[in-house]
């Protein structure tokens, strides 16, 4: 009897020496899993493209554009659409994985040619800002309201960048207000129109400001035009812990007035991977989008 009850203490004595030896190793294992249950991101930087040909200042090349989709993907980071970005946003949802959303500016023809096709690999979804003057029935060069119509069909989403791509923040000195708010009709109201009478089934509800110019008088027309949100390029990301701004700004990756293209897409990269700290967290998101 003795015998046996030494055993046993000896072998309880054993697996607590065990316990205590993984204690560290456990609790560490369970910490982790508990970080990756709880943690939640509520910066979400929008990175706005230009050109992918590579020649100009606003261009990326297109071995320079595969790299950055390939360094997301990489990072741990989900490309979701505008459009979520933006239900997220009405109601402080914080996200469960970092996130960013992609969109490109303008009406370069290696837009519809070579970015998307590269985006459809990597299954991406982007949102493309087009104004309407360039768009052709037919253009030699240049996208055309079929490139459009195909891009939209395969779920990309179009969206709103003016009918001239000029400057309307402010009336021009020669200009009575008759004459401004005609053209600013143009810019927001008949362009939506345009879009959505070219393209069955689109619904226009982002702009993106020419050249990023705005000002607080225009903000209240393109709101009462009907959008949901207004695009700048102001650096900032979108903070979904914050009340709802339809005002969203957006980080061009590019050479002209970024001096280091790959810095400013790291800084991204950290924004959207940093996880949210507060006592009082939002509702959280559930879904995949
Ligand atoms: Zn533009």
């Known amino acids: ?20 030896q993984a204690a560290p190793f456990l609790k560490r294992a369970l910490d982790s899993a508990e970080a990756d249950q709880t943690s939640q991101f509520h910066l979400v930087p929008i990175l706005c493209f230009h ?12 071995e320079r554009f595969r790299y950055y989709l390939e360094e997301i993907r990489n990072s741990g980071v989900r490309v979701i659409p505008l459009r979520s970005l933006v239900a997220q946003a009405r109601e402080n ?6 996130s960013v959303v992609i969109t490109i500016d303008d009406d370069y023809e290696n837009i519809a040619r070579v970015a998307a096709p590269i985006l459809r690999e990597f299954h991406y979804p982007a949102t493309f800002f087009f ?14 309201w079929d490139d459009l119509r195909r891009l939209h ?16 923040h402010h ?57 949901e949100i207004l695009l700048t390029t102001d650096a ?5 812990s914050r009340p709802f701004d339809p005002t969203f700004h957006r980080y061009t990756i590019q050479k002209y007035f970024v001096r280091d ?10 924004y959207a991977t940093r996880p949210y700290e507060a006592d009082n967290v939002a509702r959280t998101d559930t879904g995949d989008h």
């Open 261 to 270: 293209p790959e810095a400013m897409f790291r800084l991204q990269l950290r």
């Open 153 to 168: 069909a395969e779920g990309f989403d179009i969206q709103n960048h003016s009918y001239s791509h000029t400057a309307f």
């Open 1 to 20: 009897m003795g015998e046996r009850k030494f055993i046993y203490s000896s072998l309880a004595f054993l697996l607590c020496l065990l316990a205590y």
């Open 236 to 240: 900032r990301p979108v903070d979904l």
């Open 93 to 98: 949802r914080l996200l469960r994985t970092p």
């Open 131 to 144: 104004y309407i003057q360039d768009i052709g029935e037919n253009p030699r060069y240049g996208t055309s």
């Open 171 to 227: 009336a021009l000195p020669e200009e009575t207000a008759a004459m401004y708010q005609a053209r600013v009709d143009r810019e927001i109201v008949l362009s939506k129109q345009i879009f959505e009478s070219k393209i069955p089934d689109l619904d226009v509800y982002a702009f993106a400001y020419p050249m990023g110019y705005y000002s607080a008088p225009l903000r209240a027309r393109l709101m009462d035009a009907g959008y």
């Open 51 to 62: 050109n992918i040909d590579g020649t100009g200042p606003y261009s990326v090349s297109q």
